[in-house]
């Protein structure tokens, strides 16, 4: 096993345990499949790392907070490791082991959330998140000032707007943060781009169907919204195109496409993914669902 990360985890878990005789001789196979986009921005590593923790920590009977073992593999999987909604804390201790997570609330807390993905680009970015974070730290002023002072203020705001459920301000505070730490990577030298010219089409279309509708209204008005994204960004017919029990869309009305003003992009989007909030790990116990066979070998091989 080369994978420093992933020794990180496995090294990690092992020295929070008194292990015996038998565990000091265990190899450890490990198997992992996303049944998304790796690395193209979809918190792939953060899927995976809080998979693979969960794994350990149930293997070697570890029953405590999981997210900073999570987070010597990837910094975002310490918060995958909670269903719900979870607030990652910064911490002080310069080892980072205070630097964890903790559930807000579970999922059920606001069980009509839903989560509409448009993937533009499935490749692997050019840039990964790893490498575009360390250059943000080393050469971005932007990044120092939003660390200091807009963050600890937002996080505050966004748990309040959780626990209350007040979706206008949950989708100001989230819209304005992805806005800033866009324009922290662009503050970065060199700097670099996570959004591409379709992707500035998809920001302009909601923008426009809000003010249209002198609300934030994408989460009330889920099938008008992917109406409009079937309009606006029509696929090419691929059998996978769409991914998720997706309610019925509604075509967006003549009056309101006008009133948008707003381009056609004809199979410029890869795939829609529609989910909601997750419940966090869950261990499969049906040996038909394992990746692994009996033998402790990828089924595949």
């Not at 345990?17 to 979809?42: D, Q, R, Y």
């Not at 203020?153 to 206008?168: C, D, G, P, S, T």
């Amino acid at each position: 096993m080369n994978n420093k990360r992933l020794q990180n985890c496995l090294q990690r878990i092992k020295s929070k345990v008194t292990l015996t005789n038998e565990m000091e001789l265990w190899k450890i196979h490990i198997c992992s499949n996303n049944n998304f986009p790796t690395a193209a921005g979809l918190a792939s590593s953060a899927a995976g790392y809080a998979c693979l923790t969960a794994a350990l920590a149930k293997l070697y009977n570890y029953t405590e907070n999981i997210s900073e073992i999570a987070r010597t593999g990837s910094g975002s999987a310490c918060r995958s490791v909670f269903g719900g909604f979870v607030r990652w804390y910064m911490g002080s201790e310069p080892t980072g082991v205070d630097s964890i997570s903790k559930q807000i609330t579970p999922a059920s807390h606001w069980p009509e959330m839903r989560v509409i993905i448009l993937v533009v680009n499935d490749s692997s970015k050019k840039i990964s998140s790893a490498v575009g974070m360390k250059r943000c730290v080393q050469t971005s002023e932007l990044l120092k000032y939003r660390a200091e002072v807009c963050v600890p203020k937002r996080v505050e705001l966004m748990q309040k707007a959780i626990i209350n459920k007040n979706y206008q301000q949950f989708a100001e505070l989230t819209m304005k943060d992805s806005n800033q730490m866009h324009a922290v990577c662009l503050d970065a030298y060199p700097s670099f781009n996570y959004l591409t010219d379709v992707s500035h089409a998809i920001i302009d279309l909601i923008n426009s169907y809000n003010e249209a509708s002198n609300t934030i209204k994408v989460k009330e008005n889920v099938p008008q919204v992917l109406g409009l994204i079937d309009h606006f960004f029509p696929s090419t017919g691929k059998d996978d195109y769409k991914r998720g029990d997706f309610p019925i869309s509604i075509p967006p009305s003549k009056d309101l496409v006008e009133k948008l003003n707003c381009k056609k992009h004809q199979g410029s989007i890869k795939s829609i993914i529609y989910t909601r909030v997750g419940e966090g790990p869950t261990y499969l116990d049906d040996p038909s669902e394992h990746l692994l066979n009996n033998s402790g070998l990828p089924k595949g091989l």
